[in-house]
């Protein structure tokens, strides 16, 4: 019992001293990431926060790991584990908020970086990645209100919190507008962004709950539905892809799902992506050059981190006219003539 | 004269204990030595089948190990995994003696853990010498109350405890959801299923952060210990006790001696739920800090595991809930070290059951372990 | 056809079942084998029948060793058993029981149940069974219930019939009967093997009696030459006393006064109807029936563990119509369940938990909540001592008791104390001879205390020989009284009593 005492303090102070030092060189630098519950084939953020721990694996030379969480109980233990084992670690979600920061503030001298969450204050050790998905999710709207026949689209999400509301909000917003600009009545189903209430699955996990909420509203008149809770999509797609696209089409969140979800990318009308890799690998860079601080990263239509993805194969039934104004919105989003969110 | 002498000569000859049986120490050290071991090897044929290298198994079981029990830290990991279960399991073992299958500590661990919580927010102002025993006991009330009402419908009209404990379990799920968005409850600012979060006087303290920031194991170990002296005194020491396991080994012998078989059902969950629901207290005030939704994390349903695996027996039921502890804060020392999936233990978790529920398989596997002849009833 | 055993050993971990038995059994001739229960016979009847192989020792039929590996083998080599508990399916007709699982098929696998119900008809004459094949089981009565596994057995072409205790379920004039059917079976040519623990029919029906006991034979006799009591001193390995040894009959006050008591069956079917009866102070009141008719519930609903549905139970000049099994135990009130088994013992606990299984509440065993183990543990060893529960120690697990034992630890619980009253129902089925003395003679001590005392049994010679008054129970009533004020009480009569036969 002593000796092991003494060997993990030992640890511990050896560990915290290479931390403490200076820049470590590319191959010697382990970047680490912690999942939500979806783990880390969810085809969504905590994969899209992964591929930007292997783009920097591929391009800078670094060490990736990862720890899956099963249940809410395993988010600080799994931080703790990773402690003075990694030179970054990178947590995913807004769920693992209040883990990392009691890990952050425990521990000074560890960097961390946090998808989908910003402190405020803000932590000295800990960098926030956000994005303004509803500058996506406006055009995801503004096209689905130009596309939908039946005069309906649809939306759920999977818990009632920021990061995921905020697609329900942009989208909203962007068929709105399109009925401004058009003169038509296209409705949202499953979001009222006056109330803050909608369709939840309450979680982030089960396929059934994400077919069963597309038929619903599929039976309520929606002919495209935006899934907004990760892998829950995915049996939403499949829903789609059992009726026939023409019936009803899915908008991808996080990840361009035609390609992540290659058997059934056809259903597909486009995704709002989240660029999280681009932001993660960003993060991994400073901390590297060592011009890593806490704060918050924004990702945006103006740099990249979020956007719409290609159309693909809907490239075609898109009328031509719809793209135009489409590019036209976008730049007027990133120019501030369309002021998207609240 | 004589004869009185031999009677009490045989009274005394009555009176003495056998030594242990061989069959005693084989059902109870060698197959579930066995059944660890079995695991452990098809947990590595798993591995290898999922196209794992031989040295990346041998890296995951060091990991494995060392994950557990090699360091401070695995130490206070293994039994902070380990308390909830122990607690929770000690509460399905009460239910196993007294012949009630309780399923339903997945929904006691939640409606304690929230009465717990709300009574942790709640009361500021408080010393910690009359809040944390107040959220506690608020903890241990919630879980009593939910479990009873299996056990008054059990008693009241015989519809089974498996069926009740379940729906139990579904419309606590619900419950907690409904309940976290409650203004009352519900974290100021926040639009998601969270509570406030537990005040420091209603904390379970911390052990060992003088040695380390990091290390998560709290007082609730002591709580956890003293149920399970509690729940031995209780089975085995008390007229309760005698109720509940002849009520478990045989009901209609316990009718016609003159129990009340009603009320021990009652209070057999009520006692079984107080256990979870202190195991739901312990995870909000000692792990967590708040309520979420699903912060039970499935360790109801890890209890019953750990329940059958411990025999019913409180003293195995620590040493189950040990090795469960064990298999989780080892099985992330795993994912760290070996990047082997989290999946895996799951499939040794399962494989361990499996072979305790199934002694005769480990028998055929290890015959060598055993004594010839399985020991069988005469006649 | 002869079947030779020789030298069957049988083991179970360390427990000898069956140690080095020679036994023949010949075509055309009943043999007993007589024993205690635990003494090895059935062990003994399931090698023979192929559920057991033989550890030492091998089976000879007609001079050819035979290996059975499964009870299917003994099954083709013509050897049947019928259990003591049957295997029918109630909802199905007699044709249809007897061919289960080796349904005779026409073209395309069709059941053929024309050609069973023939075949049974043939059997029935043979025999003179007179079953009709096309009867429901449910609607038999017992003793043609067992003409049903007869003949299962003779459908299957069995050349020998091991009977194992036939007669226990059976009335007095259904046991005559089904001697009847033992006789003719002997006179086909059939070999017969008749397990029993009562002397009596052993002697009337077997043509050569063998005695086990401790898993050997130690003895043999031939009815005619040897006596009941010889046989009885074989069985076990003393000599034993059949007379019930009592004082004259003086009964004091009533203690158990029962006025128009009614009680009804889970599925709210009367079985006990309008029931009047009393037991007075220092008596032994006997119920002699058929099983079935409503005995159980009767002793159920005395002791409490049973709702009355009409009627008033006094004891003692006080109303204990709704008392609870509890407060009737302490009120002096003591009862010997007729299972034991199932509800008179509880086989995982040890035998002194056992012995405080309804007085562990009681002061000299506990203090508020907690267990005083030491008083168990005491008062269990000398309660073991005195009414001789034979075990290697009070930490043994009831359930490896004897049935005898078990019975005895279930007297000591009940009678070691201060009782007034003692319900027994069937205190001593399936007892060996040697326990029913005993017990017997502590039931006769209750009484000779000056306790009340109601047994209900279906055996009629316990009822005969211990009993001062006899009440015949049919379909829920009392339909006649024996000795005391009533009748003489005459076997011949109580059994056409218990039949329904009004006299």
Known sequence: ?342 | MSEQGETATLTARLLERAAPKRADFEDLVIVPVFAVVVALILGGVAMLATNVDLETIGRSYVALAYGSIGSINALSETITAATPLILAGLGVALGFRAGLFNIGAEGQILMGGMAAVVVGFSFTGLPMLVHLPLALLAGIVAGALYAAIAGWIRAATGAHEVILTIMLNMISYRLVDYMLRMPAIQRPGRSDPISSSVLPTAELPRLLEWLGPNLRLHSGVFLMLAAVLFVYWLLFRSTIGFEFRASGESPEAARFAGMRSGLIIVLVMALGGAFAGLAGANQVLGVLGRASSGFSAGIGFDALAVALLGRSHPFGVVIAGLLFGALEAGGRQMQVDAGVSIDLIGIIQSLIILFIAAPLVVRALFPWGFRKGAPASKE | ?503
């Open chain 1, 1 to 342: 019992m002593k000796r092991s005492l003494k060997t993990w303090l030992a640890a511990t102070l050896l560990a915290t001293s290479t931390l403490t030092g200076f820049g470590a060189a590319a191959a010697d630098f382990t970047a680490c990431e912690v999942t939500d519950t979806g783990g880390i084939d969810d085809n969504s953020f905590n994969q899209t926060a992964w591929k930007g721990v292997q783009d920097a694996q591929a391009k800078l030379g670094i060490k990736g790991r990862y720890l899956e969480s099963q249940a809410e109980t395993d988010y600080t233990a799994n931080i703790n584990s990773l402690l003075g084992q990694c030179d970054l670690i990178i947590t995913v979600g807004f769920l693992l908020g209040d883990a990392t920061k009691a890990a952050a503030e425990a521990n000074p001298n560890q960097k961390f970086s946090i998808v989908d969450y910003a402190y405020d204050p803000v932590l000295p050790n800990v960098a926030g990645q956000v994005y303004a998905t509803d500058q996506a999710a406006f055009l995801a709207g503004y096209l689905a209100a130009g596309m939908t026949k039946s005069g309906s689209l649809g939306v759920f999400g999977g818990i009632n919190i920021p990061p995921v509301t905020i697609f329900m909000d942009g989208f909203h917003q962007g068929a709105e507008y399109y009925n401004k600009q058009k003169g038509t009545k296209v409705k949202v189903l499953g979001w009222d962004p006056a109330k803050r209430e909608g369709l939840f699955t309450n979680n982030f996990d089960s396929l059934d709950d994400g077919r069963a909420f597309a038929q619903n509203l599929y039976d309520e008149g929606a002919d495209i539905v935006l899934p907004v809770a990760g892998p829950v999509g995915l049996g939403s797609a499949a829903l789609a892809n059992e009726l026939g696209v023409d019936k009803l089409k899915i908008i991808g969140v996080d990840a361009d799902l035609y390609l992540t979800d290659p058997e059934r990318k056809h259903v597909y009308l486009t995704s709002i992506m989240k660029r999280m890799d681009a932001t993660v690998m960003e993060v991994i860079d400073s901390a590297m050059k060592g011009t890593f601080k806490g704060g918050v990263v924004v990702g945006s239509l103006s740099n990249g981190g979020v956007d719409l993805a290609p159309l693909h194969d809907m490239e075609t039934m898109v009328p031509d006219e719809l793209k135009k104004e489409l590019a036209t919105i976008r730049q007027q989003i990133i120019d501030g003539t369309i002021k998207v969110g609240n």
């Open chain 3, 1 to 503: 056809m002869e079947i030779e055993l020789r030298g069957i050993t049988k083991r179970f971990g360390e427990v000898v079942a069956n140690s080095d038995v020679n036994l023949t059994i010949r075509a055309g001739e009943v043999l007993g084998l007589l024993g205690e229960n635990g003494a090895g016979k059935s062990t003994l009847m399931n090698v023979l029948s192929g559920l057991y192989r033989p550890d030492g020792g091998e089976i000879l039929i007609d001079g050819k060793p035979v290996q059975f590996r499964g009870p299917g083998d003994a099954i083709r080599a013509g050897i049947g058993m019928v259990h003591q508990h049957f295997m029918l399916v109630p909802v199905f007709t007699v044709a249809e029981n007897v061919v289960l699982g080796v349904e005779p098929t026409g073209p395309v696998d069709f059941l053929d149940l024309k050609k069973a119900r023939a075949q049974v008809r043939e059997i029935n004459e043979t025999y003179g069974l007179e079953v009709d094949p096309d009867e429901y089981i449910e609607n038999l009565p017992v003793g043609v219930q067992q003409r049903v596994e007869i003949i299962k057995v003779l459908f299957r072409s069995a050349n020998a019939i091991i009977f194992d205790e036939p007669t226990a379920v059976l009335t007095p004039q259904e046991v005559t009967e089904f001697f009847a059917i033992v006789k003719s079976l002997r006179s086909a040519g059939k070999a017969i093997v008749f397990i029993t623990h009562k002397l009596h029919e052993i002697l009337e029906v077997a043509d050569r009696i063998s005695v086990l006991r401790e898993g050997r034979i130690v003895g043999e006799g031939v009815p005619g030459k040897t006596t009941d009591l010889e046989l009885a001193e074989m069985m076990v390995g003393r000599p034993v006393s059949f007379k019930v040894d009592k004082t004259p009959f003086s009964p004091g006050p009533v203690l158990l006064d029962v006025q128009h008591l009614t009680v009804l069956r889970e599925n709210d079917a009367v079985a006990v109807n309008d029931l009047t009866l009393n037991v007075r102070a220092g008596e032994i009141v006997g119920i002699a029936g058929v099983q079935g008719n409503g005995q159980s519930e009767l002793v159920e609903a005395l002791a409490g563990v049973r709702r009355v549905a009409g009627g008033s139970v006094m004891f003692q000049g006080k109303d204990i119509t709704g008392a609870s099994a509890r407060d009737r135990h302490r009120l002096g009130m003591a009862h010997i369940p007729e299972d034991r088994q199932r509800t008179g013992i509880i086989a995982a606990f040890t035998v002194a938990e056992n012995m405080v299984l309804d007085t562990y509440y009681d002061s000299r065993f506990s203090r508020g909540l907690a267990m005083d183990w030491q008083a168990v543990n005491q008062n269990s060893a000398a309660a073991a001592a005195a009414f001789d529960v034979r075990t290697p120690s009070i930490f043994e697990k009831a359930g490896h008791l004897s049935g005898g034992n078990q019975q005895k630890l279930v007297v000591a619980r009940e009678l070691n104390r201060d009782t007034k009253l003692l319900i027994a129902s069937q205190p001593t089925r399936g007892l060996d001879v040697g326990s029913i003395e005993y017990i017997h003679k502590r039931i006769v001590d209750a009484r000779e205390e000056g306790d009340g005392i109601l047994i209900v049994s279906s055996e009629l010679d316990e009822i005969m020989s211990l009993c001062d008054r006899i009440l015949v129970m049919f379909k829920g009533r009392i339909v006649a009284e024996f000795g005391a004020a009533g009748r003489p009480a005459n076997k011949n009569d109580i059994g056409l009593a218990m039949a329904g036969v009004a006299a």
